[in-house]
């Protein structure tokens, strides 16, 4: 081990009618120290009652319990707030025709645990100017393998947007 920091740039991947309900796997280099995502017009359909988010994964399982999560919405009339136990919430109900722009940044807080501490900060830019807020922590069984971007669970698709993978290494 040199001690080096190396940065490696992921394949943009599309989102575009991946399913809400299984999402994809974006593969992580186990040495990971800390990865970002940089999302780009990230759309759901159906709206209406349709968020998204991040799962963490651990030797081909997704995690899918012990996030210490929190989630935030704000407009410039309102804010509310959420938490969640079985995944980060990036993205909670959409409205039609949003499109949101942003990053996640998880970094590798603890080793000896395989905790990973994740921020994350999206902007709507259709026109409602939507700020979302999210942080959280979750140790992982093992070493991180892949981050799931996926729905909750809901039903449909994402029907427009990409994300990018940076990862940073430590030989």
């Keep these: 081990m040199t001690g080096i920091m190396q940065r490696i740039q992921g394949t943009v991947q599309s989102l575009n009618g991946i399913s809400l309900s299984t999402g994809v796997i974006i593969p992580i280099n186990p040495k990971a120290v800390m990865v970002e995502l940089t999302f780009q017009d990230i759309s759901v359909s159906p709206a209406a009652g349709a968020g998204w988010g991040l799962r963490l994964e651990a030797s081909s399982t997704i995690e899918t319990t012990g996030y210490q999560a929190g989630h935030s919405k704000m407009t410039s009339s309102a804010q509310s707030v959420s938490q969640s136990g079985t995944w980060f919430v990036l993205c909670g109900n959409e409205s039609s025709g949003d499109s949101f722009y942003g990053y996640s940044r998880l970094s590798l807080a603890n080793t000896s645990n395989n905790r990973w501490f994740c921020e994350s900060m999206l902007f709507e830019c259709s026109g409602q100017d939507i700020q979302r807020l999210s942080a959280g922590t979750?140790?992982?069984?093992?070493?991180?393998?892949?981050?799931?971007?996926?729905?909750?669970?809901?039903?449909?698709?994402?029907?427009?947007?990409?994300?990018?993978?940076?990862?940073?290494?430590?030989?």
């Excluded at 799931?148 to 290494?169: C, D, E, H, L, R």
Aim: neutral net charge.
């Design 138 to 171: 979750k140790s992982v069984a093992s070493q991180l393998t892949g981050i799931q971007i996926w729905g909750g669970g809901a039903a449909g698709t994402f029907v427009g947007g990409s994300v990018t993978p940076v990862v940073y290494v430590i030989d």
